[in-house]
């Protein structure tokens, strides 16, 4: 039998042959098969063997895949089981946000009808019936009423003692028009045939009965005819001599100082656009177009711009300031849309005796402009708590006070949504507020040594208290409700409000400024909008100049025909200060 040799790649069986089976077989076919029975035997021992390993390792494999299984099932229920909690603890978020977006959209509506329908401080309930406002006044007040209260002229002794005067009462509650109206005497007398007694004796005048009577005179639209006389010499030896001609405030235009007055004053005091002041001229044969009006008012504006810039530097020298702010809209823009918002700032402040309010018109409304506008100033700032005045807030020098009446007003609107007659915290938060201006009414009348000291034994208590209120109020309320964004302004803003105990000159809130800036917003409402930037900018030095006269008790056009007569022969800073309103006397302005 051939021999050949094994292949060891062949298979596991070739090592169990090649163990038993000698390098050479026998010849004899006993011995072979003997030998092959016990290659048979070893092959089988050895597949047992190996078909038991296979088994045991295929159970350990089983038993791993199994306890595997078991950890993934184990650990996916455990994820489950978290995620389903984290599902509900979500979707219980959001159903408690869900209730909080509901109140507050129920709470928005509410506070939106009642500043539409409800009364309130600006407007009231039959503003709606404004052309009706004869037929109810008359239906509404005697006949009685219909006499004005008038003063007796300051020249004209009516033979009463005082106590006969004492016992009359002054009918009407209107306020008495001042003694210096001009008194015109219409004379009526008795026709001469009635003045012959019965007897036949002529009668004498032993008195007589006076009554006045409230007239007007219309605005009166005339031309001025200014003749310069020019004189020359006979012979002919010298140039003639020609009187000079009167200083205008705008030389090469043929409106009068007094027109430009009167021009200002209804625009920015009376809120009259140019649009209708053209028509009152109209109205007397004269066509002025607004668009010339126009150029009057900037042109104005220009030459009076001296007067505003002395009333900065008395604003900036006083160490208290409010400011505010409020949108205008500037038609031509560049590179804005003319539905584009601006903002027309307002400060006020000054010395005692020198009140200033000033206007400044900006396109933005950006943290850049307070910086602009109190660059190098130093003192207490007087604002809301809008943002853009923090980068001021953290300027050396400046500190940020916090307005109250912006503070009481968010609790106004919380108060509001309430059903009606149900009193809330609102209103707890309202009555410790009033206390505080109880006692700065209180304080009135007091120097800044005594309001401080009345500040600190009666306000500081008031305000311990109201912070005592704030601290156990503020966690159970929802931020989002109109009660939780009041909580939430006035704890964020709390610094702020109560530094005004620091001083007694420092005020309580920001009345002042909004005071000032209110007859802008009523004449913004007429007017609408300015044209170009230069308009906007003219307008806001104008209402500097208007505001700050009626801060110091001027009547507007009396004090603006006075500066502007005198202002074409200022050439001086002397001539500039003298025309400021708290270097005249009312005296002056009714003699000029």
Not at 392 to 401: A, H, M, P, Q, Y
Not at 450 to 474: G, H, K, N
Not at 502 to 531: M, T, Y
Request: one cysteine or more; a positive charge.
């Amino acid at each position: 039998m051939p021999h050949r040799p094994a292949d060891p790649l062949s298979n596991s069986a070739v090592g169990v042959c090649a163990s038993v089976l000698p390098a050479q077989l026998p010849d004899d076919p006993t011995a072979l098969k003997v030998l092959l029975l016990a290659q048979q035997r070893a092959f089988e021992a050895r597949e047992a063997e190996r078909q038991a390993a296979l088994e045991a390792r295929e159970a350990a494999f089983q038993q791993a895949i199994d306890a595997r299984q078991a950890a993934l099932q184990k650990a996916f229920d455990a994820r489950e089981l978290e995620r389903q909690r984290a599902f509900d603890a979500r979707e219980a978020e959001l159903h408690k946000a869900f209730e909080a977006r509901i109140l507050e959209l129920y709470e928005q509506l509410r506070l939106a009808r009642r500043r539409m329908f409800g009364p309130s401080s600006e407007s009231h309930a039959g503003q709606g019936w404004l052309f009706d406002e004869a037929e109810a006044l008359v239906e509404s007040a005697p006949e009685a009423g219909d006499t004005a209260t008038l003063p007796p002229p300051a020249t004209e002794t009516t033979g009463e003692t005082p106590a006969d005067t004492g016992k009359k009462k002054a009918r009407g509650k209107r306020k008495p028009l001042p003694v210096e109206l001009p008194r015109i005497d219409v004379v009526h007398d008795v026709p001469e045939a009635e003045r012959t007694c019965a007897c036949g004796t002529p009668m004498v005048e032993i008195g007589q009965d006076v009554s006045e009577q409230l007239d007007i005179v219309p605005m009166q639209v005339r031309v001025l005819r200014h003749i310069r006389k020019r004189y020359g010499c006979p012979q002919g030896d010298q140039a003639p001599v020609t009187a000079r001609a009167p200083a205008q405030v705008l030389p090469k235009s043929n409106a009068s100082n007094d027109l430009l007055a009167m021009l200002l004053v209804t625009k920015y005091v009376d809120g009259l656009p140019l649009a209708r002041f053209e028509y009152v001229l109209a109205r007397a044969g004269v066509l002025v177009p607004r668009q010339t009006l126009a150029r009057w008012v900037i042109g104005t504006a220009r030459a009076l711009q001296p007067l505003a810039n002395l009333m900065r530097d008395v604003l900036l020298g006083h160490d208290v300031i409010h400011m505010d702010e409020t949108p205008v809209q500037v038609l031509k823009e560049p590179g804005r849309a003319a539905t584009s918002k601006s903002q027309m700032w307002v400060q006020r402040g000054g010395p005692p005796g020198k009140p200033v309010v000033l206007f400044e018109y900006d396109p933005s409304r950006a943290q850049a402009v307070p910086l602009r506008l109190l660059e190098g100033w130093k003192g207490h700032l007087m604002a809301d708590g809008l943002e853009s005045y923090g980068a001021i807030s953290f300027t050396e020098g400046v500190t940020r006070l916090g307005c109250w009446v912006h503070a009481r007003r968010r609790f106004v609107d919380a108060g509001k949504v309430l059903p009606a007659g149900k009193r809330g915290r609102a209103h707890e938060a309202l009555a410790l507020i009033s206390k505080l201006y109880a006692i700065e009414k209180d304080a009135r009348g007091l120097n800044d040594a005594e309001r401080l000291v009345l500040r600190q034994s009666r306000s500081r208590a008031v305000i311990d208290e109201l912070r005592r209120w704030l601290d156990q109020a503020l966690p159970t309320v929802p931020p989002t409700s109109v009660l939780g964004g009041a909580l939430g302004y006035l704890h964020r803003q709390w610094p702020r409000l109560i530094r005004y105990l620091e001083r007694g000159d420092l005020p309580i809130d920001n009345n002042p400024a909004e005071n000032a800036i209110r007859p802008f917003v009523i004449g913004r409402k007429a007017w609408l909008f300015s044209d170009t930037q230069a308009g906007a900018r003219a307008s806001a030095l104008l209402y500097s100049l208007v505001e700050t006269a009626k801060a110091n008790g001027f009547e507007p056009y009396l004090w603006l025909r006075h500066v502007l007569r005198a202002l074409p022969a200022a050439t001086t800073v002397e001539h500039f200060e003298a025309l400021l309103p708290w270097n005249l006397k009312a005296e002056q302005l009714i003699t000029a």
